[in-house]
């Protein structure tokens, strides 16, 4: 990694044991985002001492250097807080990005930061907060290579200001790909949006309600088949037919498509009024690019200047992991009702689709269950374990 932050208790105890290699007595948490403060601060209320080892060099650097100028949380702010401390109260329903980041860095600065740079960890414990979005996922596209106008991913998409006047494609229908879409309009842009797959459309609030909230309402009382038949027939009245622009809706409803599949619902925030004016169009899947062209699978060819693609991201555990027990080789827990404890001190934060409100709960529970082990222990001080006979976890950066 090519530079990395300690962020350690005060009390925080380590042992050199080379000139490289330092003994942990808690666990080590790699990645400085939601996910890993998050757990830091769980694990700080019960007094266990941990280090944070972070690849960029700020903490949540997805955040910070990766997102749109333009981008909001999609959800209301109390799903969105972490343990032990939530949003200041003058903050809107919907914070910005630069004020989740504030956020973000006051939640930090319980933490003392120090660079750290080539050592080894020996630790007992290893919490994996890398999450589920580390790296950018660039689809093989015929042609592509060669075309002519410029090609960026999402994460480098900042403002459609630069865009003014430009035929932009934009590849995928997600929330980033309607997002950066809605932008480019906004700016003047002529934006065509790959939608290749089906996907769910739904509006953000329901008379002022989050639909989410509403779901996550209707979720303690009702079956899950019932809680998405209802929010399918409230997006008919709020939304329309969103199939004849183009907008396919799943089989699978809402709910259960994110529940088995981890796929999340497009929440509107004027994108589809766009879609419907003509100010976006919505096309389907390309085939190859040609020049400055490109042509789809229809067999209908564009002329196009810039191209933005919007295909998400990936884990990237596999890379830095050497472990196949608790990780899948898609970078995911195998496990995903058990996602956050592995067999052999081994832990994943935020991987279980469920947003950061699903860091939250993770980050508890591992807390709690290190911490359980921890007060147990440093109440025996003469049965306190050691790296000369415990099994440990070791990890080169």
């Not at 329903?93 to 003392?112: G, M, N, V």
């Not at 480098?156 to 879409?181: H, Q, R, W």
Request: glycine share 8%; aromatic share 8%; net charge positive.
């Amino acid at each position: 990694m090519e530079s990395m932050f300690r962020l350690m208790d005060q009390e925080q105890e380590v042992t050199t044991t080379t000139n490289r290699c330092i003994w942990v007595n808690g666990p080590v948490i790699v990645g400085a985002g939601p996910s890993g403060l998050a757990t830091a601060a769980c694990l700080r209320e019960q007094n266990v001492p941990f280090v944070v080892l972070e690849r960029a060099d700020c903490i949540a650097s997805l955040w910070q250097n990766r997102t749109y100028d333009r981008l909001k949380l999609h959800l209301p702010k109390k799903f969105c807080q972490l343990p032990k401390m939530p949003f200041p109260e003058s903050f809107p329903e919907y914070p910005t990005k630069r004020q989740f980041i504030d956020y973000l860095e006051s939640y930090a600065s319980r933490l003392h930061i120090s660079p750290q740079l080539n050592e080894e960890y020996i630790c007992r414990w290893l919490v994996v907060a890398t999450g589920e979005n580390a790296e950018r996922v660039v689809p093989e596209i015929d042609g592509l290579d060669e075309f002519t106008g410029e090609v960026i991913h999402a994460c480098d998409y900042k403002s459609g200001e630069k865009f003014a006047g430009k035929k932009v494609l934009v590849v995928g229908c997600g929330n980033s790909g309607m997002e950066v879409s809605l932008d480019l309009a906004n700016h003047f842009a002529k934006p065509s949006m790959v939608v290749r797959s089906s996907v769910h459309v739904m509006p953000r609030e329901v008379m002022g309600k989050s639909t989410f909230e509403l779901a996550m309402k209707m979720l303690a009382w009702l079956p899950l088949w019932l809680v998405d038949k209802i929010l399918l027939v409230l997006c008919w009245l709020v939304l329309g037919n969103i199939e004849k622009y183009g907008l396919k809706r799943p089989e699978m409803g809402p709910m259960e498509l994110k529940s088995v599949k981890g796929k999340t619902p497009v929440l509107d925030i004027g994108a589809l009024e766009k879609i419907r004016s003509g100010k976006i169009n919505v096309v389907p899947g390309v085939k190859r690019f040609d020049g400055n062209r490109v042509e789809l699978v229809n067999g209908e060819q564009l002329e196009i200047d810039s191209v933005v693609l919007a295909t998400g991201y990936r884990s990237n555990v596999p890379y830095w992991l050497q472990e196949s027990e608790f990780f899948a080789k898609n970078g995911f827990p195998k496990a995903a009702n058990s996602g956050w404890k592995g067999r052999t001190g081994l832990y994943a934060v935020g991987f279980t689709r469920r947003g950061l409100s699903g860091v939250s709960m993770d980050a508890v529970k591992i807390a709690q269950d290190i911490g359980s082990v921890w007060k147990l222990e440093t109440k025996q001080p003469s049965k306190r374990s050691t790296a000369s006979h415990r099994r440990c976890i070791s990890q080169q950066f």
